[in-house]
Structure formats: structure tokens, C-alpha cells
């Protein structure tokens, strides 16, 4: 069995990590942060009290009896003289006390687990107040549920990317998948108290996080078969699941039976926002753009204060080639803030031990430095201070939007589309100027609510031509010249980072213009949050084109282009996001050939998935799984998802003899292992039941 390392976080002061947990408790509005673990350790001859440490974990099942056997691991790890070095010596301690915490977004209490190692087990929960209470029954069974979704969705998401963090499979049989759907069946109508993903303003019965971590389980598992059985029961009790039942149906390609349900369904509930979105996501999907084009307009008629409807419907404008609504519908999507995650702040460590585990790392991944450490360093500031990267929720899905009409359109039709249907403001001062017989003078943005500057125009409040605001003079001397038109604004361009906080909620469409101004009646005023998106988009498209004219001209002088590790995955990054695969792949390959980049080969696997590459889609895992076992990530559904699909299309037998044929070392092919695992414990498609793993 490949053995796992375990970070420590030593204290200043003993207990300060669980007291700063407890005093932040009240701030937590969603899920809350991962678990923490804290540990007091005496010297093992003298007993004296020597340290505190801690580091945080998901994974684990919360009942007292599982919390005090993951403690009891913990002893080995730490035996003197056996377990793993103390950065680079013996241990010489041992642990007398473990606290586990594990927070309970339904009852918003934290449930603490204290184990006196060797003797009792303790479990109570504190509350808001810090106040301390019975751990009744109610509040475990909410709390395991709330752990492995904070498992499963924390998993690869980036803003958990936390020190001292172990990650390991909620879910890893099928007696562990059997407690969650029992736990989920009898919650299911709190879902909506968990909070919901990024794009969802109001968390509901159907769109919320325990609805996002169910069908991300029928996705790891494939075990839709047990889904549906949970959805019927639950729409027994409540017609409305028959949304997530049907979208259950699609998924295992039961389009027959689907349908048959969303035709009942939206009989009997007919502004249903949950059955008309995923009847135009079937219409979409059979090319129907006709019957997906009046259900989406449905959808947003019934949840009009939804991004994800408007969001739908500006995708089927898009494939109708209908740019003009397109841009129009987008200008109209509700958008709001991006809410931080649940990390409180931590008390200054005293030190921090990250010890590299003794087997299955692979030598090429650098293991030297924490990941995110120093890595800005000689770094282009052109790059580094691109906005886009730096979007979340409704606005990065605008933006994505926005992406897909110039990758069907190019970025100058794109500008041209924006001044038919949107008000420029060189021709609203003209047109002030003819009506009132006067010279206009500075125009207020306050009052027109992100009117819109002409494409070839010069900026009212800067005086600055389009060419000269992002980049100074010194940036662009080394730089070729690039033919992107800047879409001139009446603000400075600065970089979107309060759009998210500071835009309009309830802006008005409909732009104020005098009675006798006819070429205004069929325009908009667009809202200032768009606008900055299309400052976003400039300076994405100026960069990359930038960089591949540059590209070019080193090539064609047969010159070396050399660029920082840190640098071509930006630039890797920047061309996923304006969809350019080919050059992405070359930008990540080129960051991989100065040394392992986890950044570079997750965008890599994505285009290999995405070209059925499945040699390369195999050695990426394998390289990434190592990479994850190193800093102490044990479960990666993205990972997961890949072997899986791997698995159904070339056979578990085949991929096995792949690996063992490989010069990884066992300990590298243990890991993979698990895996296979995983797929004989669910049975996925492509399993072949005689294989042994011999």
C-alpha cells in the first residue's frame, strides 16, 4: 500500500487554531471551510507538553467512531522512531489530543470530535455564540452529508487551494455511496439551506449544492440506476424532482423515457424554469434551435431574476447566427456579486512542515516548493495583470458568451454588432448637440448608466486615443504591432475588479432619448458590466495577437523564443479561454519542456480529452495523480472523470497492461490502482469482470 505524508501547521500559541475557528463561525454563509484537524503532541518520555499543530482534510466519515480511527492513524505516522521525519529528523513526540471539526452548514454549528489518545471520545458541537451543545443524532447525519459535499466540490475547485490540506474519497464502495443517498433522501428538501453554485442567485429545491454534489456522484459512479430509484421517491413526496429525474434519463441516454416525462411534467407545471431549461438543452442538443429558441424564452419569462435561463438563451441566438439578440440578451442577464468561499483567517504559524511522501512521486515533478510559491517572478507585467483570468460566477459565464460569438464572428464584426444595437456616445453627443443648439461638454456616465463609446473614437474622460491606454511605451517597444481595434469607453479602462460589486441591478433598457431621435428607438444602452467585459476581451485579444505576431517574427529569423515557465502558462491559459486549442497546446507543451508544470498538463489533458487522445490522456493522469499524492490529494473527480471515459472506450484490461508496461515504479502504479478500484466497486462500463490486477 502506497503510504501518504501529512502536513503540519505548528502553532505560536497551542489551541489558537480551533479558538480562530470558533470565533469566525458566525461569518460562514455557505458550506463552510474544509475540516480541521488539530493535534497536541508531548515529548514521548517526559510527557511535556511540546506543540500544537493542525492541517485541514475532507473525506472523512464523520462519526465519532471513523474521526477516532483517522486520529488513531495519525499516531503512526507520528510513532518515534517509525513514523515520518520532523523536517528531517525523528520525531520525538507523540500525540496526546485530537480535536476534529466539521462544520454543519444546515444547523450552522461546528461539530467537534476529541479524542484523548489513549482514552475517551468526545463529540459536541459549538454554536455561533461558541456556546457548546449535545451532538444529537439530527446534527451527524447533517454533518457527514455536509462533509462529503464539501469532498466532493472542494475537491479541484482553485479557490480551496489551501496549505496543508489532504484531500481522500468520500465515496471510495458502495457501502459509503449506500449512506450518502440514504443521508441525501431524508434531507433533500433542506438542499436549499447549502447554498448553491456560482451562477445561482437564490438557492431552491432543485438548484442548490446537494444537487450539484448528487449528479457530480452519478457522474464519478455512473450508478444512475440508484439515482433514479432516490428521485422517485423523493417525487412522491414532491412533483418538482421530476426535473432532476428526467435530467437523470438524459444522462443515461434514456431520451425516450425523458421525454415522455418532460411532456407530463410541463403539463401539469407549465412555467416550470427547471423542466423548460432542460427541454431547450435537448432541443439544442438534436439541432432544434426552432423549439429550443420558444422554450428558452419561456424559461427566462419564468425566472427572470436567473442567470442561467438568459444565459441558455443566448447560447440558441448564438447558433441561430442571431448576433444582434444575442448581444442584446446578454446585456439584459441579472448579474451579481461573486460570494468569497468560507476561509476565515488563521493566527500566524510558527512553521509549516510539508514533508514529501516516501513513495509514489514521480521524478520529474518538482517537490522543492509550495505550489503558487514565488511564481510571478519575472513575469511579463502584460501578462500578469490580465482581468480575465481573475472572473468568477455570472460574469466569467458572460464572458464565455462573449468568447463564443467571436470565435463564430472575429472581434471587428463583433464591434460592429455592438454599435448597431448599442448607443455610442459620440453619437449621443451629436445628437445632444443638434437638439439642444449647444456645445456638450463632458458627459456624466452616472446619468446614462454605461452608454457606450464609438469604436473608433477617443475617450471623453481620458482624451487618450484607443491606442495609448492599456500599455505604456515601455511595454510595447518589444512588441509587435497588433491590428485589435480597442473598443473606446468613457471611463478609463481599468481593470474589472469592482465590476462585480458595483454593477447596476435593476439598470433600465430602454435609454432616455429625445421623441424625434429615430436611429435611438431600436438601440440600447448597454450596462456598464458588459462594457468592462469588452475591455476584458480587448486586452485578452491584444495580448494574444501580441504574442503570436511576435511568435512569428522570432521564427521567421530563426531566432529562440524563450519565455518564463510562469509566463507560457498564462499565455496557455489565455488561449484556452479565446478558444484557440492548437496554440494553448503549444504554449502548455513548451512550459512542460522547462519542468513539470500541474497547471500546464490539466489544460493539456482537457485538449486531449477533447482531440480522444487516449495514450496521452493516460500518461496525464498518471503523471497527475503522482502530483496530487504529493501534496496530499488523494481524490480528484476531474482525474476520475478521465479514467473513467478511458475505461468505456478502451477497456480496463488494456489500460492496465498500459500501465504495468510503463517504467513507472509500483508505488507510481499502486496509485493507479485505486482507480481500477474504483471502477470494479461501480461496476463501470468497460470493466471487465475477470480482471484480477494480476
Not at 474 to 482: E, G, L, Q, S, T
Not at 495 to 512: C, I, Q, Y
Amino acid at each position: 500500500m502506497v503510504s501518504t505524508a501529512v502536513p503540519e501547521i505548528q502553532e505560536m500559541v497551542i489551541g489558537e487554531a480551533v479558538n480562530a475557528r470558533t470565533a469566525a463561525l458566525s461569518s460562514f454563509h455557505s458550506l463552510g471551510p474544509p475540516d480541521l484537524v488539530h493535534l497536541t503532541k508531548v515529548h514521548a518520555r517526559t510527557n511535556a507538553q511540546e506543540a500544537g499543530t493542525y492541517h485541514y482534510v475532507t473525506g472523512i466519515d464523520t462519526s465519532s467512531a471513523s474521526i477516532a480511527a483517522y486520529l488513531n492513524t495519525l499516531t503512526y505516522s507520528y510513532a518515534p522512531g517509525e513514523g515520518q521525519l520532523w523536517f528531517g529528523k525523528q520525531q520525538n513526540w507523540k500525540i496526546q489530543t485530537g480535536v476534529y471539526c466539521c462544520y454543519n452548514s444546515l444547523s450552522r454549528v461546528d461539530l467537534r470530535v476529541r479524542v484523548h489518545i489513549p482514552g475517551s471520545v468526545e463529540a459536541f458541537v459549538i454554536d455561533e455564540r461558541g456556546e457548546k451543545h449535545k451532538a444529537t443524532d439530527q446534527i451527524m447525519l447533517e454533518t457527514y452529508l455536509c462533509s462529503v459535499i464539501r469532498a466532493i466540490l472542494f475537491a479541484d475547485d482553485e479557490d480551496y487551494n489551501i496549505t496543508a490540506y489532504r484531500r481522500f474519497n468520500p465515496l471510495p464502495n458502495r457501502e459509503a455511496e449506500e449512506k450518502f443517498l440514504d443521508a441525501a433522501e431524508k434531507l433533500f428538501t433542506k438542499g436549499w439551506q447549502l447554498g448553491s453554485e456560482l451562477e445561482v442567485q437564490v438557492p431552491t429545491l432543485l438548484s442548490n449544492n446537494l444537487t450539484a454534489t448528487f449528479f457530480k456522484h452519478l457522474e464519478l459512479t455512473g450508478r444512475y440506476n440508484e439515482g433514479i430509484n432516490l428521485l422517485e421517491k423523493l417525487r412522491e413526496k414532491e412533483p418538482d424532482f421530476a426535473a432532476l429525474l428526467a435530467r437523470v434519463l438524459l444522462d443515461m441516454d434514456e431520451e425516450v423515457k425523458a421525454v415522455q416525462l418532460l411532456h407530463n411534467s410541463i403539463i401539469t407545471s407549465p412555467r416550470d424554469p427547471n423542466l423548460l431549461d432542460l427541454q431547450t438543452r435537448f432541443c439544442m442538443s438534436k439541432n432544434r434551435l426552432d423549439f429550443a429558441l420558444a422554450t428558452a424564452k419561456r424559461a427566462v419569462n419564468s425566472a427572470p431574476s436567473e442567470f442561467g435561463p438568459w444565459a441558455r438563451l443566448v447560447k440558441v441566438y448564438i447558433e441561430q447566427h442571431d448576433f444582434q439578440s444575442a448581444l442584446l440578451t446578454l446585456n439584459s442577464c441579472p448579474m451579481f456579486p461573486y460570494q468569497n468561499v468560507d476561509l476565515h483567517r488563521m493566527p500566524v504559524a510558527q512553521r509549516m512542515h510539508l514533508p514529501v511522501p516516501t513513495d509514489g512521486v514521480l521524478q520529474d515533478i518538482i517537490d522543492d516548493s509550495i505550489p503558487g510559491e514565488n511564481e510571478n517572478t519575472n513575469v511579463d507585467p502584460a501578462l500578469s495583470r490580465l482581468p480575465a483570468s481573475s472572473l468568477r460566477g455570472t460574469f466569467a459565464k458572460a464572458y464565455d458568451l462573449l468568447v463564443e460569438i467571436v470565435h463564430e464572428i472575429g472581434w471587428d464584426m463583433l464591434l460592429k454588432y455592438r454599435s448597431k444595437v448599442f448607443i455610442m456616445e459620440e453619437e449621443y453627443r451629436n445628437l445632444k448637440t443638434e437638439t439642444n443648439g449647444t456645445k456638450t461638454g463632458k458627459h456624466n456616465r452616472a446619468d446614462s448608466n454605461a452608454s457606450q463609446v464609438a469604436v473608433n473614437g477617443t475617450s471623453l474622460s481620458t482624451g487618450r486615443t484607443p491606442e495609448g491606454s492599456v500599455m505604456g511605451d515601455d511595454d510595447k517597444k518589444d512588441m509587435p504591432a497588433a491590428d485589435i481595434v480597442k473598443p473606446a469607453q468613457s471611463v478609463d479602462a481599468e481593470l474589472v475588479k469592482g465590476s462585480e460589486e458595483h454593477h447596476p441591478a435593476n439598470a433600465a433598457t430602454e435609454p432616455v432619448v429625445p421623441a424625434s431621435a429615430t436611429p435611438f428607438r431600436s438601440k440600447r444602452l448597454c450596462e456598464r458590466w458588459l462594457d468592462n467585459l469588452f475591455m476584458v476581451m480587448y486586452e485578452d485579444m491584444r495580448v494574444y495577437t501580441l504574442w503570436r505576431a511576435e511568435f512569428a517574427h522570432f521564427k521567421s529569423q530563426q531566432l529562440p523564443y524563450n519565455k518564463s515557465l510562469r509566463e507560457l502558462e498564462i499565455l496557455g491559459a489565455l488561449a484556452m479561454r479565446l478558444k484557440h486549442t492548437e496554440e494553448a497546446a503549444e504554449a502548455f507543451s513548451q512550459s512542460m519542456n522547462i519542468r513539470f508544470s500541474a497547471r500546464a498538463l490539466k489544460g493539456l489533458l482537457d485538449i486531449y480529452t477533447a482531440r480522444n487522445e487516449p495514450i496521452n490522456i493516460l500518461q496525464a493522469t498518471v503523471k497527475l495523480t503522482s502530483y496530487d499524492h504529493r501534496w496530499y490529494k488523494e481524490f480528484s473527480p476531474s482525474l476520475i472523470v478521465a479514467m473513467k471515459r478511458l475505461v468505456r472506450e478502451e477497456g480496463s484490461q488494456k489500460l492496465r497492461n498500459m500501465i504495468h508496461g510503463s517504467d513507472n515504479s509500483t508505488s507510481v502504479i499502486e496509485l493507479m490502482d485505486g482507480y481500477f478500484e474504483m471502477a470494479k466497486q461501480f461496476k463501470w462500463p468497460g470493466y471487465e469482470d475477470d480482471d484480477d490486477g494480476k
